[in-house]
Each structure stands twice: as C-alpha cells, then as structure tokens.
C-alpha cells in the first residue's frame, strides 16, 4: 500500500500481483530460478521498502527458506507507474545484497531521521545480526554487524521490530527480545532469552512496547 493505505500489489516472494490479483508482466517465475530469488515458504520472505525521497518505487526485498537452501538476501525495485499504472518489476531485479546463509526472518524501521530505513536480518549458526540503512542516495550494502543473543541453529525465524525501534527476535525453538539501537545504529545487547525452548513461530509487539503475543 501507500502512505495513504491504497492497495497497490503484492508478493510471496515468488511471484508479483498487482491490485487487480493479475501476475505482473515482469513478476512471473523465470526460467531456471525464481523471480525474485524468494520462496513463499520462508517465514518471512519479503518486505516493501518505499524508496526514501521517491513516491513511485519500492525496494522489494526476498528471503530463501531454510528447507531449499538459502540464496541469501536480494532486492529488487517495484515502480507503481508500470503497465498502465498497476505496478511491476523494472530491470534491477533479483540483485543480491548478502551472499551468507541467513535465517529466514527479515523485517525494517524507520532510521533517527525519520526519513530512511533500517532493514534487519540475522545469520543462520550465528547470533550476528545484519542492519543495512535504506536511504534517499540507496541502499548502503556495507551492513552494521551486532553480535547480540544467542546463536541460532533452528533458522526457520520471524523477526519483527516493536514500534518504538527496539527489535524483538523470535525462532522456533527460542525468542529473545534485543535492544535496537537507531541512533547507534547497533544490536546492543539481549533482554531476554527463553531458555525453556517453548516451539514460537509468529509474535507482535504491542503498541505501547511493553507486551508480546506469540503463536506457535
């Protein structure tokens, strides 16, 4: 959607719909891979970033699933104005933006300013999480790197940032809840980490900041 929450298209991270429910005419499988390097199985395997400073074009970034081997992270840019005003992907597609075995958990914030993006990811065998700033000039593929938490092995993940920037990290096998930062720009250290190994797949944190909901 828009800053006005007009509908505009949508994504598993396989295939592009416009709002009509129509694949896009360049958001289709391609022959020999993926479009955009996603699968629709992965936790959360993709995100609309708007581009700062732009009100047409939109960072599409996608996830591979743990299951099928990872493709890392990509990126790819939607601009709204395509075939006749419904959307579709341009020619910067399927770029790759980090070449490592990720988890298959992926969400953003807005930065300081208020004008840019930070979009988060987080290593497979690791507890190293990746913030890239999303900004006006583009994306800054050097990542601020925060070894934070607890190293994870199960990487089927969902992440997602609570509204007031702090990050909260959830995995199947365990959740902890990290502090983000957006000043620092960095992963400062872990709140919480569930030791009990309760089996959570999908959470969100409330407005106020000071509840999470969790499903298994």
């Known amino acids: 959607c828009d800053k006005n929450g007009n509908f505009l298209f949508y994504t598993d991270g396989e295939t592009l719909w416009n709002r009509n429910h129509q694949i896009t005419p360049n958001g289709s499988k391609l022959e020999g891979g993926l479009s955009f390097g996603g699968v629709s199985s992965t936790s959360q395997s993709s995100i609309f970033i708007p581009i700062p400073q732009d009100t047409n074009r939109y960072y599409l970034f996608s996830l591979s ?11 790819s840019i939607v601009d709204k104005r395509l075939d ?21 958990g992926m969400t953003a914030v807005k930065d300081y300013s208020g004008c840019g993006f930070w979009l988060m990811l987080h290593l497979c065998n690791s507890n190293e999480f990746y913030a890239y700033h999303i900004s006006d000039v583009g994306i800054d593929t050097v990542p601020v790197i925060s070894a934070a938490g607890a190293v994870y092995t199960d990487c089927r993940s969902n992440m997602k940032f609570a509204p007031n920037g702090s990050s909260s990290k959830n995995f199947r096998s365990s959740t902890n809840i990290s502090q983000f930062k957006v000043i620092m720009r960095r992963v400062k250290n872990t709140l919480r980490e569930n030791t009990e190994k ?17 499903e298994n």
């Open 65 to 75: 699933a743990q299951t099928g081997g990872t493709a890392g992270a990509l990126y």
């Open 84 to 104: 006749g005003g419904l959307g579709d992907a341009t020619s910067v597609k399927a770029v790759r933006l980090l070449n490592a075995n990720t988890t298959e």
């Open 198 to 214: 309760i089996r959570i797949h999908y959470f969100e944190a409330k407005c106020i900041c000071n509840k999470l909901y969790s």
